[in-house]
């Protein structure tokens, strides 16, 4: 019988959020209906509260665009996936999806490389890198499957598994062509605002995350995120209703643009960031400028009961495993619970 009242109530919110008239700016709510927001805290009561304590991070990193010119998308996700190892985030712990390897393809004017800056200063496509899903591997089915772990286990290995819990902070980022309320996977199919809504409601249901950030760099990408109903989220988005996303720069050699606004100016002030960083989620977000994205980005907070000023970037970018310290005392042992970045 409870498990039925989840349900209800689950399906109570989203028709709520269906009623809803979407997100646009910088820390709107979506929707100030009470009986949301009710079921939003009794749902956190029930988990024991909105705190940031959480005992492991995971990223999950998806290019969805095919094609030679698409390059940048493949750059964006290739640099997010850089900046979250370099905090600390291990590869068994990111499930990096791109949907098509330009490094290889024969317009390459440097083979095997991918650059997210004209002076190819960086090589994104190194030997270190682990492409869990490539190519047509790259689906809508897929990605929501892996999100909610409904994957085939028998052929699956663990590797391509998001093994997240109750306690797991998860940042999840996507990159490709969009518009309202729907990206496109492969240039053939596309996931909606709804489908990552009631994925990530599974996922809440059977108690996959603690928190979630989720970042997206798309055409009209803050309608993405203007359908989600599930607590302890946080949502970024790189450009309004009917705004477009714009590439940054080109490389003349290489003949395309090979990087996006949006993920430029973040990885320009995540390039600030260390492991052992006091920057803030909210500095990140106060960092957007519209003059220099050319778009507005935007902030969807209502579904997050914690201070933006209060959340390390490290959070979500960042690792953090807990672990137990047995120490000896003349008396009795004491335990405590220390957090290893």
């Known amino acids: ?40 805290s009794d749902q956190l009561e029930a988990r ?15 290019s969805t665009s095919r094609f030679w010119f698409n390059y940048r998308h493949l750059a964006n996700a290739l640099s997010m996936y850089r900046t979250v190892k370099r905090l600390g985030i291990p590869d068994s712990q990111i499930i990096l999806m791109l949907a098509d390897d330009v490094a290889c393809n024969p317009r390459n004017a440097f083979p095997g490389t991918v650059y997210n800056n004209a002076d190819r200063a960086l090589d994104l496509y190194s030997n270190n890198i682990e492409v869990d899903y490539r190519g047509y591997e790259v689906t809508v089915d897929t990605f929501l499957r892996v999100l909610t772990d409904k994957v085939d286990r028998r052929t699956t290995p663990r590797s391509k598994r998001l093994l997240t819990d109750e306690n797991s902070n998860i940042f999840i980022y996507l990159t490709g062509h969009g518009g309202n309320e729907f990206l496109k996977f492969q240039d053939a199919e596309e996931v909606s605002a709804f489908d990552i809504a009631d994925a990530f409601a599974q996922m809440w249901e059977t108690k ?23 607590p302890n989220i946080l949502a970024v988005g790189s450009s309004e209703l009917d705004e477009s996303s714009y590439s940054h720069h080109a490389d003349s ?12 100016y973040n990885l320009e002030f995540l390039e600030k960031v260390d492991k052992g960083s006091e920057l803030m989620m909210k500095d990140l977000f106060d960092s957007y400028d519209p003059v220099k994205i ?48």
């Not at 709107?28 to 079921?39: C, G, K, S």
């Not at 024991?48 to 998806?62: D, F």
């Not at 009209?220 to 989600?228: E, G, L, P, R, V």
């Not at 690792?319 to 003349?330: G, K, R, S």
Request: proline fraction near 1%; include cysteine; glycine fraction near 6%.
């Open 48 to 62: 024991g509260g909105a705190t940031g304590k959480h005992a492991n991070n995971w990223a999950v990193l998806v």
């Open 253 to 264: 050699d290489v003949g395309v643009a090979v990087i996006d606004r949006f993920t430029y």
């Open 294 to 341: 050319h778009s507005h980005a935007g902030v969807r907070t209502d579904l997050y009961n914690r201070n933006l000023s209060e959340v390390p970037i490290t959070d979500f970018f960042g690792n953090v495993q807990a672990v137990e310290i047995d120490e000896d005392d003349d008396e009795e042992g004491i335990n405590m619970e220390e957090t290893v970045h």
């Open 1 to 40: 019988m409870n498990e039925l009242l989840r349900i209800l109530l689950l399906a109570l919110a989203a028709c709520l959020v269906l009623s809803s008239k979407g997100v646009k700016g910088h820390e709107e709510p979506a929707f100030d209906n009470e009986t949301l927001q009710r079921f939003l």
């Open 208 to 230: 996959r995350y603690h928190e979630i950030l989720f970042m997206i760099d798309t055409c009209q990408a803050n309608t993405m995120y203007s359908k989600f109903y599930s």
